[in-house]
């Protein structure tokens, strides 16, 4: 009972304030110690009468699970040999813990230090890199909860999937990609086995029921499981608590010494700095991982393959100093805060108000000049730029409980706060444009925002050749380019040999070209000839552009703007569509390989050369003169009414259209070499967005001044299909592009020359019958119906960077020859990086080559994190654009619908009666409180979550529904179509 002096604050009319019930709850005992009951002498004489039933049971030896009397002594001894080591692989999991050493507080303690020179790290790498078998001990993290268990099995409907004990005893399936932490064979193989299988555990029989005999033989197994388990959690948990106050030291001895830099740390390099032992146990290294992890406001995990690398990354100083100001002047209600949300309030307002007043028009900006964010406001503002991500929440965000304290109070937002809200908020108090794309800002992949925008035809001036360009002038401002060639002995002179540059219209680099020839007395054999721009003529390996090279790792091409690879002027002076070429010639590296009549590869010739008689010319042209229709294959579901097709002028193409039909000729002998081994392909096309025109001129960066605006810039929405690529002269040219890239790793191989390769593992028949199916529904382009992949829920692995000679499944290169990608040295690093090593071997006083076989796999470990990290913005990037274009589609529909203004007519709705594709089993959703399964809808290239109402409703994989859409639901940043059954 409280004091009576302390009651009113727990009196249900007076709202107490956090002062009064933190005194109030300091008054109530801390421990209440309950009075002892005695047990009532009939429960005592059934609680005697049982335990003596079952001593004499035991005694009997009757056959219950855990009393079992063993037959043998064999088997007897077999037992305790399976107690016994679990209890060594235990042991050695938690001896005794070495005392954590003083931590001293310098800044980057770790720089210089290799860790894959390290044994441990490279012992839990190797630990953790292993498939999640049974007996597995595991940390998951999803949403920023995590849970910890043994892996009982995988899932066999999905093998992304596995399902696990947890150590509470609930039985959960788990996605493999949320597992953190593993160690492997954690648990004896044996015992696990006695644990229960998939069908005895999920599925049991049609009843629901297991036998009773049984059932308590897989309890008990369970139960040693959990035991070991909970016992192992006990210890890092008090490792953990014991490493507390070291652990407050370490980002000092970690974080960058630029202050606006981001750092990088393993888990095994933090826990040098603690321990003094050369070995670390790995219970003490999943310690140090849960403190980093706890620790969200200085380490930032892993977004995508943590389990495997073990690296967090190092907040910046100057961001953890933004974060600590701004959560403090919150939590302490500073006028600050008042003062900037007044601000946005007038903002947001006008912003509104000027959103609705100019519907339609194209975008222009619009100044503020009354309104101004002082120092502390910017740090505010900052602040909320910096909480926007596209990464994985695994751990808690540093962000999350600060920013909808920032923006509720403002009462301008009645949804529920979320990241969509603070971009939202951020576009209408005048810092980003309403089309702000959110992806290129995202520091996992660092782009400048003082690059110019290069899109040709859309941004200003590219300072990149059009194809149609006729400006020969290049001027230098890069310094320490070569001025020698160092190949020029050696370079063979193609002179007047066709070079066919074919690209679109408005592409950004012509890097490549090709070139036929017949060679007389062999019929059905020729050369083919791949010339690819050589720009490592004038950049060298030693360069200090290549630190900044490798960080970008390619060029980036987003709908607003692009970012290169390279500086312009050495992209201008190494693309192939100038003009000057015709007079000085080219140099290029070529790739030359001979193709008989079943379209293999006999010979070949990798040499530096100069090419001169260069002729460019366009996809579409070159599809009109084949006599080849691609558009078809070019779906515009929200344009009313189609333009209809206009027929190109091919007279330029006329002299060389026999040259032309040959190379198609010879396309289609390798493609069908190829569908003679068990390659396909599936397609689940992603919609487009382009902007139509320019955006706005940008205005000059001043942080303290917002600038609003008007209208909206017209955009493009459309989808590629598979076939367009697969057919006509965009696969003429992609099939000599792969076709280079098997030459030279050809080459590579027979000169020991050490190489970065692409590759991708075969796939995996579950049976003939299945593989027999499959081959059998694909059409001349090895393509397979949608449906049929997702019914037969066929996995592909992902392609990855190795030096060995693998095989490409997925362009079907056998294991031996391998793939090195050599076509686009001027967009991609590891292109530029193989013609730096290609050439260090073909130079005339080649003494050792460029990269040595260690650096290669350096370069592979930094490569893969950034292009995972790529290819996650990309993602990310393609999703916010065709959302949004599908919001404001759904958004000028209803104002139609009211009698407003609109963009579309009323009776105009792609968007009702589409056919949907089943691709997923269905999901509990959490954050909409409902029961949803996945779909793929062709017309519109979106993935959309359709509501089911129970399980029992629960659709076939690989079937046909129609849907209609029912809205873009916007809980984050990755916003997703929602749809219902177009019979509903």
């Known amino acids: 009972m409280l004091k009576k002096s302390l009651r009113p604050a727990f009196n249900a009319t007076h709202v107490p304030s956090f002062q009064a019930c ?35 049971f035991s005694e009997e030896g009757h056959s219950k699970p855990s009393w079992r009397k063993r037959s043998s002594k064999r088997r007897e001894l077999n037992r305790l ?116 299988t998939y069908k005895e555990l999920v599925e049991p029989d049609e009843n629901g029921v297991v036998e009773s005999d049984r059932r308590e033989f897989f309890l008990a197994a369970q139960a040693r499981v959990l035991k070991q388990a909970r016992d192992l959690e006990r210890e890092v948990e008090a490792e953990q608590y014991r490493l507390g106050r070291a652990m407050d030291k370490i980002y000092d001895s970690c974080c960058s010494k630029d202050p606006n830099e981001w750092g990088k740390v393993t888990t095994v390099q933090v826990a040098r700095m603690l321990y003094s032992t050369s070995n670390i146990p790995v ?117 999350e409980f600060t920013v909808p304290l920032i923006i509720k109070d403002i009462n301008r937002y009645d949804e529920l706060i979320t990241a969509y809200t603070a971009l939202k908020f951020l576009r209408e108090i005048g810092v980003y444009t309403p089309w702000e794309d959110i992806a290129s800002k995202d520091e996992d992949i660092a782009l400048s925002s003082e690059v110019d925008g290069l899109v040709p035809g859309r941004i200003g001036s590219s300072s990149l050749v059009p194809l149609d360009s006729s400006d020969s002038t290049v001027s230098f401002t890069t310094e320490g380019l070569l001025n020698r060639d160092a190949h020029e002995t050696v370079r063979h002179d193609f002179g007047d040999l066709p070079v066919y540059v074919i690209d679109d219209k408005f592409a950004e680099e012509l890097d490549d070209g090709i070139s036929i020839e017949t060679i007389a007395g062999e019929q059905g054999s020729h050369w083919l000839h791949v010339h690819v721009a050589d720009p490592t003529t004038l950049l060298p390996i030693t360069h200090p552009l290549r630190k900044s090279i490798f960080r970008q790792s390619e060029t980036m091409y987003f709908t607003h703007q692009t970012w290169p690879l390279l500086p312009h002027d050495i992209v201008q002076a190494c693309d192939m569509g100038r003009p000057d070429v015709q007079e000085k010639g080219h140099n290029v590296l070529t790739f030359s390989a001979k193709v008989n009549e079943s379209g293999d590869i006999v010979d070949y010739k990798v040499r530096t050369g100069l090419v001169r008689n260069v002729i460019k010319l366009r996809y579409d042209d070159v599809d009109e003169a084949l006599g080849t229709d691609t558009s078809p294959y070019i779906l515009r579901p929200f344009v009313v009414s189609p333009p209809p097709r206009l027929k190109p002028d091919i007279s330029h193409i006329t002299p060389h259209l026999s040259q032309l039909q040959l190379a198609m000729k010879i396309t289609r002998r390798i493609k069908e070499a190829i569908l003679k081994t068990d390659f396909f392909i599936y397609q689940m096309p992603s919609a487009l967005v382009d902007i139509v025109g320019k955006l706005p001129p940008r205005q000059a960066i001043d942080p303290s001044r917002p600038v609003l605006h008007s209208g909206f810039p017209k955009l493009d929405y459309y989808i590629e299909l598979a076939r367009r690529i697969e057919t006509g002269a965009r696969s ?18 027979d000169n020991g020359i050490p190489m970065i390769r692409r590759t991708l593992q075969p796939i995996k ?15 001349d382009c090895g393509l397979i119906p949608l449906t049929l992949q997702m019914e037969r829920q066929i996995k592909l692995s992902a392609s990855i960077f190795s030096i060995e000679p693998d095989g490409h499944w997925g362009l079907g290169i056998p294991k031996g020859e391998g793939y090195v990608r050599v076509t686009s040295p001027l967009r991609r690093v590891e292109d530029l990086l193989a013609h730096w090593q290609i050439k260090s071997a073909l130079a005339p006083d080649s003494k050792k080559l460029a990269l040595t076989e260690k650096d290669l796999l350096k370069i592979i470990e930094e490569q893969t994190e950034r292009k995972d990290a790529i290819k996650l913005i990309y993602r990310s990037h393609k999703r916010q654009w065709a959302h949004t274009y599908v919001t404001r589609f759904m958004q000028s529909q209803a104002r139609a619908r009211a ?86």
């Not at 076709?739 to 191989?749: T, Y």
């Open 81 to 196: 040999e399976d107690i016994q080591e679990s209890n060594k692989k235990y042991d050695s999991l938690v001896n005794e813990s070495p005392k954590p050493l003083k931590v001293e507080t310098t800044h980057n303690d770790i720089a210089g230090f290799d860790i894959t020179d390290d044994p441990v790290f490279e012992k839990l790498s190797m630990a953790c890199a292993d498939d999640l078998v049974p007996g597995t001990y595991y940390e998951s993290r999803r949403n920023a909860e995590w849970a910890n268990g043994i892996v009982l099995f995988p899932d066999p409907l999905n093998s992304a999937n596995i399902y696990g004990m947890q150590t509470n005893g609930s039985i959960k399936c788990l996605r493999a990609a949320d597992v953190m932490f593993a160690i492997p064979s954690f648990i004896r193989s044996t015992l696990m086995q006695r644990c229960g």
């Open 732 to 749: 003429l040219v992609a099939e000599h592009m792969k076709l280079a890239c098997r030459v030279a790793s050809r080459f590579c191989n």
């Open 899 to 984: 009698g407003g203004k609109s963009e579309f007519p009323v009776d105009f709705n792609p968007l009702r009666g589409m056919e949907a594709v089943v691709t997923k089993f269905p999901k509990y959703q959490n954050a909409r409180w409902e029961l949803h399964q996945s779909v793929y809808i062709p017309s519109i290239g979106l993935t959309a979550e359709l509501r089911v109402h129970d399980f029992s409703r629960a659709l076939t994989l690989g079937s046909i529904v129609k849907v209609n859409a029912r809205e873009v639901y916007q809980y984050d940043l990755n916003q997703t179509l929602e749809v219902d059954f177009a019979d509903e």
């Open 283 to 399: 219970m003490h290294l999943l310690a140090v991982h849960r403190q980093l992890m706890d620790r969200q406001d200085e380490f930032v995990c892993h977004p995508g393959r943590h389990r495997f690398v073990h690296t967090f990354s190092v907040r910046p100083q100057s961001h953890l100093i933004n974060i600590q100001r701004v959560k403090k002047w919150v939590f302490k209600d500073k006028p600050v805060i008042k003062s900037f949300q007044d601000k946005a309030r007038i903002l947001i307002d006008r912003s509104r108000q000027l959103e609705n007043s100019t519907l339609g028009e194209m975008a222009s900006s619009v100044p503020v000049d009354d309104i101004k964010f002082d120092e502390n406001e910017q740090e505010i503002v900052t602040f909320l730029k910096r909480s926007l991500s596209f990464a994985r929440r695994i751990q808690e965000e540093a962000y």
């Open 765 to 779: 028949w579950r049976s003939d019958a299945e593989k027999d199916l499959i081959l059998s529904s694909r059409d």
């Open 22 to 56: 933190r005194r109030a709850s300091s008054a109530v005992p801390r421990k209440y110690k309950k009075p002892v009951k005695e047990l009532p002498n009939d429960d005592l004489s059934v609680f005697k009468r049982t335990s003596t039933q079952l001593l004499r």
